[in-house]
């Protein structure tokens, strides 16, 4: 998960995609960067951090350019370091600076071919500067003379689709040329393109991760980018798109409208904040059917993203709906620190308790979903702090069950709580006294009631059905077992039981 910006201007667009970052700041915390052009000369800036503390006056006023990308990290493929944040640029051809949300299931055989057949190299282990390096190569191949019109963009990108596997959402500029944005052929990751007219009538453009973005900037949002689709924006401000798929269906990620999103914001048609009102409904359908609405007498969201379904479920309920935790807003989200150690340490310094509305009452706690369990563990533990009587936990989404290998930071088995434990296993781990998940169907209908043109869903972490096709269960043991030996070569014969076998002996 991470959240990109574009922007094609008539006026100099730092201070722009600087305030847009500002807006996709939830998508990531642990990097950000810009890069400008102006003519055929780019302007960049990135570091570790907050997207208000990378950026100073001198890094702002070096952005030169009426036209950029942005970009905000949260790291799944590679790692943490600032050689990793993104934009990435390569110089040739014209030169083109990229960024990604999403994750390449294949990016490991990608950067070998660029190596071997393209004769490019790699200078990191992000999947995001593998994807430049095949955009650029076929760029390349597609354009004849120093010409580059639309046709051979989005020929560029028909091929990349063919090349490239797993989840992205990317924009990239090419010197002196014009901004590209294309989303994968599954449109697992969101991406909309919005427009402003300025004082003399001429359309200016931009294109990010979320439609808050756009219309926190003051662009009218014009629609999503389909699965497969390339727009490409000249330099004069013209707009261009083409399918560039051969097969494009839409299967947007379910975990967008659980967490990862802003409530503000509409993806694929789907208004967030309504999506999660429905989870909210069904939520309390099940609790009916599980628990007698007597042993309940307070309904508390855990804030932020929870709060919706909790006071739709309240409402179904006929239980009182109060504010028990008061959130510390400048402390980041939890589920995307890096660390489990970090995580635990921060939940206490994010949330405190309102002891009077806890004391003496039947509490039913709802969040947004049970990941790794160690913030839900935590909250429990603070609400019997408080006075509470008893304590019932709610998760608006369904158990966590597998990995998830399209830009969600959760890869290995052993991570999430739910894998190979029952219900009433997880409800001791978290010490609640009754534990009631959201079913996957209503959490599918509860999206698909919102926009009923969304039929299929990437709901891999729920159902363990990966869309792209290419996911293995070796696969799956690879990952976990680069996940826990960072620094071990995987042998390519390696056998799953081999695998299994040194993560258990921790080797």
Known sequence: MCGIVGVVSHNPVNQMLYDALLLLQHRGQDAAGIATDQGRTFSMYKANGLVRDVFRTRNMRSLLGNSGIAHVRYPTAGSSSEEEAQPFYVNAPFGITLAHNGNLTNWEQ?????????????????????????????????????????????????????????????????????????????????????????????????????????????????????????????????????????????????????????????????????TRLKMGEFLAEKIMREIPTGEIDVVMPIPDSSRPAAIQLALKLGVEYREGFIKNRYIGRT????????????????????????????????????VRGTTSREIVQMARESGAKSVIFASAAPPVLYPNVYGIDMPTRDEL???????????????????????????????????????????????GKYITGDITPEYLDRLEYARHHPKAAIPEDATRTQLNLNIERGE
């Open 110 to 274: 990608l950067k070998n071919d660029m190596f071997k057949n393209d004769r490019r190299h790699i200078n990191t282990d992000s999947d995001s500067e593998v994807l430049l390096n095949v955009l650029a190569h076929e760029i390349q191949n597609a354009t004849t003379g120093l010409s580059l019109d639309p046709d051979a963009v989005f020929k560029a990108v028909a091929v990349l689709h063919k090349r490239v596997r797993g989840a992205y959402a990317a924009v990239a500029q090419i010197a002196g040329h014009g901004l590209v944005a294309f989303r994968d052929p599954f449109g697992i990751r969101p991406l909309c393109i919005g427009v402003f007219e300025n004082e003399k009538g001429v359309s200016e453009y931009m294109v990010a991760s979320e439609s808050v973005a756009l219309e926190g900037m003051g662009f009218r949002f014009l629609r999503d980018i389909a699965p497969g689709e390339a727009v490409f924006i000249d330099m004069d401000g013209q707009l261009h798109h083409r399918q560039c798929a051969e097969n494009p269906s839409l299967n947007p990620c379910a975990f967008e409208y659980v967490y990862l999103a802003r409530p503000d914001s509409i993806l694929d048609g789907a208004s967030v904040y309504a």
């Open 335 to 370: 589920f995307i620190m890096p660390g489990q150690a970090m995580r635990k340490k921060s939940v206490r310094q994010k949330l405190n308790a309102i002891g009077a509305e806890f004391k003496g009452k039947n509490v039913l706690l709802v969040d947004d979903s049970i």
């Open 417 to 463: 709580i739910a894998h190979g434990r029952s219900v009433d296993e997880i409800c001791r781990e978290i010490t609640a006294d009754k534990l009631v998940y959201q079913d996957i169907d209503a959490l599918k209908r509860s999206i698909h009631e919102v926009n009923p043109a969304l039929t299929s869903f990437e709901a891999s972490c729920f159902d």
